[in-house]
């Protein structure tokens, strides 16, 4: 086979400080110190820190050490760890879209062939892992898998160990060994393999293994029973989905653990017949599942969900993916009890069959050595889930027909987990009228979101319903949803300010003060039952709204009630328009006429007869307006308070000459009367 990928001889050095140093070497091959020493540190996604410690061959998380995952499938030989590797060699680097592959040199040339072959094959195969599983390294660690194959110093098939990135791998010289080769199951019968891989399918396992191993989930590989029963279910089913092998035969080095080479030592269980007989632990040393090697044990309990309660395993890892957060909340609380960790694993199976928690441990819980369960024996509470619930309220508890208003709708979470990416569903009635999925809501808090309605008259349930499919874990999956019932009132409303038409009876809204003009505020300043915007008098009280001269101003607020002004101009500001003001530019609010000349007292300077020429308080001509009359038409010329008084004999004219005589008459000869002021 052609090998698909580019061939890079690279050397090594991983310290505390640097995880790969590669320097490429396409033309020759240099011999570098490879031995990996110190730490490497790594931040998954929830923020927290993992420390691999290669010195001491443990992965730290949170405090707490766990050693690192060997897995040995042969049994006769010790797997090299990280420490144990050759302090001078070089490798081959084999670079892939979704995996690195670095090659001890010697044991590469002496293969070639097939170890090109090997991981062409493998390739495929492990993007269908990551796509069963929806794990990856990237995802979980910001890195991408790397794999490290050498030569076993034993004559064994293959073996290997893990840690979070990394999977180590060891193979037999010759590359395939006869000795490791398997046949399929058909009806129970023996026959050879017809798939890609033929009999060398079982080579596949390990690289499969251990790479799942490396992408695990943190709290998963944290958990040495969990993450081998992952690894031991789809190192098989895996191959079976791809075509290598079928499921009977996946199934059978499940349920008997490989082929019958391998011994009861405290790693492996030939079949689960020995666990159960053995009170529901392993023989060797006598340990609880969730203390022990797991392995085909824990692959056959996710084979029985499978087989016997229909569990699908992509819905479960859909499930998984959509809550990590509790899935990290039980791992930070490994310092309590690392069988939180447990709970959420369990508890997704059963929700991926649908079986509530305790439905679920029902099945997997340890009823004494006659069963039925299926021995797990250490369970903690699991009421720190998060706990939501959603309450609805309106912005307006009795709208009108077409009247928008605001479904507020609050929820809450009681639990003590923070979730991201909730689902929320409104409904009206059976109509769904609005759906998020981008809601977060922390441990202990609540939050709130609105949307705007309006509909026609009539009855209406709205009901919030959080998680209605159940994705996220709760601890009370009772109180999803909540319903409000609102009617909203007929309204016959012609200008559509929500307040209704008058000789409605059927209106649930208020009447209108003004009906055909929009005024959604109703002022009336005068409280004469007519809104500002309508009434003619806006500041007088004025309900018959009467307008004697039709000028848009009610008589009791019309500066000239009978005359037309609608621009009620008022010069003088007197509250008498100017149109029938007596004096225009004189204030004058009583409009006094003394005289009854149509002018104004306050303008009118003659009010009764001619003659006062000085303008005197009494208004009675003397000697004193016969000399200001003399003064101003012949000696200062100096102007006259009142020309109408100064004319004497109401000529019309300028005061003259005969104004003076006609004076002295009046005072002194005839005493004729003085004529009306004009």
């Not at 420490?83 to 590469?108: G, K, N, Q």
């Not at 016997?308 to 490994?334: I, P």
């Not at 809501?441 to 159940?470: K, L, M, P, Q």
Request: aromatic share 14%; net charge negative; with cysteine.
């Amino acid at each position: 086979m052609t090998s698909r990928f580019k061939i890079i001889i690279v050397t090594l050095l991983i310290t505390a400080v640097s995880f790969f140093s590669v320097i490429a070497a396409p033309k020759h091959i240099e011999t570098v110190t490879i031995k990996k020493t110190g730490q490497k540190i790594l931040h998954p996604p929830n923020g927290d820190e993992l420390i691999i410690d290669y010195d001491r061959q443990v992965v730290i998380y949170n405090g707490r050490e766990v050693p690192f995952i060997v897995d040995d499938f042969s049994g006769d030989a010790p797997t090299k760890t990280t420490a144990l590797m050759p302090t001078d060699t070089v490798w081959v680097h084999l670079s892939y879209d979704r995996f690195e592959v670095y090659i001890e040199e010697v044991f590469y040339n002496n293969n070639t062939p097939d170890i090109n072959e090997y991981f062409d094959l493998f390739e495929p195969r492990y993007a269908l892992m990551e796509e069963k599983t929806g794990w990856s390294s990237e995802e979980f660690f910001g890195i991408k898998l790397s794999i490290y194959v050498e030569e076993s110093e034993y004559t064994v098939c293959i073996k290997g160990h893990a840690l979070p990135t990394e999977a180590y791998l060891e193979f037999s010289t010759p590359f395939y060994n006869s000795y490791c080769q398997l046949p399929s199951y058909e009806n129970g019968e023996i026959l050879p393999n017809t798939g890609e891989l033929g009999e060398n399918w079982y080579y596949m396992n390990l690289a499969i293994h251990e790479a799942l191993h490396a992408i695990n989930p943190v709290p998963i590989y944290l958990r040495l029973w969990l993450t081998e029963g992952f690894s031991w279910y789809y190192q098989v089913n895996i191959l079976s989905e791809y075509g290598d092998i079928n499921q009977e035969t996946a199934d059978y080095y499940i349920y008997r653990s490989g082929n019958g080479a391998f011994s009861w030592d405290g790693y492996y269980w030939p079949s689960y017949v020995g666990y159960i007989n053995n009170d529901y632990r392993d023989e060797a040393g006598n340990h609880e599942i969730q203390e022990s090697y797991g392995a085909s044990i824990v692959a056959w309990m996710f084979s029985m969900l499978r087989n016997d309660y229909l569990l699908n395993m992509n819905y479960f890892h859909d499930l998984l993916e959509e809550n990590y957060e509790t899935l990290d909340k039980a791992n930070s609380m490994r310092g309590i009890s690392h069988y939180f960790n447990d709970m959420v694993v369990i508890d997704l199976f059963g929700r991926a069959i649908d079986y509530d928690f305790d439905e679920i441990k029902e099945v997997f819980r340890y009823d004494g050595p006659d069963g039925p369960g299926w021995g797990v024996r250490q369970w903690v509470d699991i009421s720190w889930y998060a706990d939501l619930s959603p309450v609805i309220s309106f912005s307006n508890p009795a709208p009108y027909a077409n009247q928008s208003f605001n479904i507020n709708t609050m929820v809450y979470n009681n639990g003590q987990v923070d979730l991201s990416d909730i689902p929320i569903r409104l409904y009206n009635g059976p109509d769904l009228i609005f759906e998020a999925t981008t809601l977060s809501v922390n441990a202990e808090d609540s939050i709130s979101f609105s949307i705007t309605f309006d509909a026609e008259a009539g009855d209406y349930t709205f009901r919030a319903v959080v998680d209605e499919d159940n994705i996220k874990m709760e601890s009370d999956e009772t109180n999803n949803a909540d319903s409000s019932s609102i009617t909203i009132g007929t309204c016959v409303d012609t200008d559509g300010d929500f307040f209704g038409d008058p000789d409605h009876p059927e209106n649930a809204c208020p009447e209108d003060n003004c009906p055909v003009i929009y005024n959604p505020e109703q002022d009336d300043s005068d409280s004469d039952g007519l809104g500002d915007s309508c009434d003619n008098c806006i500041y007088a009280y004025n309900p018959d709204q009467t307008d004697s001269d039709d000028d848009g101003f009610g008589d009791s607020c019309d500066n000239c009630v009978t005359l037309y002004n609608p621009d009620q101009a008022d010069a003088d500001n007197d509250g008498f328009g100017d149109i029938c003001d007596n004096c225009i530019n004189a204030y004058n609010p009583d409009q006094i006429d003394s005289d009854g000349d149509d002018k104004g007292d306050a303008c009118d300077c003659c009010l009764f007869v001619t003659g006062n020429v000085d303008c005197s308080e009494n208004d009675q001509p003397d000697i004193s307006d016969i000399t200001r009359l003399i003064d101003y038409l012949y000696i200062s010329h100096w102007p006259l308070c009142c020309p109408e008084e100064a004319d004497v004999n109401v000529s019309g004219g300028t005061p003259d000459i005969s104004d003076i005589t006609y004076l002295i008459d009046h005072l002194y000869l005839s005493h004729k009367a003085l004529p009306d002021c004009p």
